[in-house]
């Protein structure tokens, strides 16, 4: 059985190939891999919702295969992992922390409060600043939900 690895290996020898040959070759390989791609997601569209309808289960455990799953991914018909919310919740504010360190603040992750809250302290000068309410709603708030659209509350506690 051949492995994602070697699979992938293979196509990028062959685009390796393929890069050094004149734009009107390269056009004419181009078209070609489109309209085979257009039919395998084609295919795999019509396959996927008969199997969904005939046992979900079978096709969940289809996607547990590497070469599957990276397939159906390359057609955008199974959608990416989410990371976990903490590393989502942790890059909003990895985000958001240049312009608090700008005026000599920060924030920090204080607690996730599952299924949708999320608690931050503003420290530095952003904890007293009179624009800090200003600074959650429109920074902190936004960056999180913009992340983590499961997160409805974000409460900045002392």
Do not use: F
């Amino acid at each position: 059985m051949t492995n994602l690895e070697d699979l992938v290996t293979e196509i990028s020898r062959y685009e390796a190939i393929i890069s050094e040959w004149d734009e009107t070759q390269r056009g004419v390989v181009v078209g070609l891999k489109r309209a085979i791609e257009d039919l395998h997601k084609e295919a795999l569209t019509r396959l996927i919702k008969s199997v969904k309808q005939e046992s979900l289960p079978a096709l969940q455990n289809a996607v547990k295969d590497e070469v599957v799953y990276g397939v159906l991914l390359y057609h955008e018909l199974v959608k990416p992992p989410k990371p976990p919310l903490l590393q989502r919740v942790q890059a909003a504010l990895e985000e958001i922390r240049p312009g608090l360190k700008s005026h000599h603040g920060d924030v920090e992750l204080v607690a996730i409060k599952p299924p949708d809250t999320v608690e931050v302290r503003l420290i530095g000068t952003c904890s007293n600043c009179p624009s800090s309410t200003l600074t959650l709603s429109q920074g902190v708030e936004q960056a999180i939900k913009a992340l983590c659209p499961e997160i409805v509350t974000v409460i900045a506690v002392k």
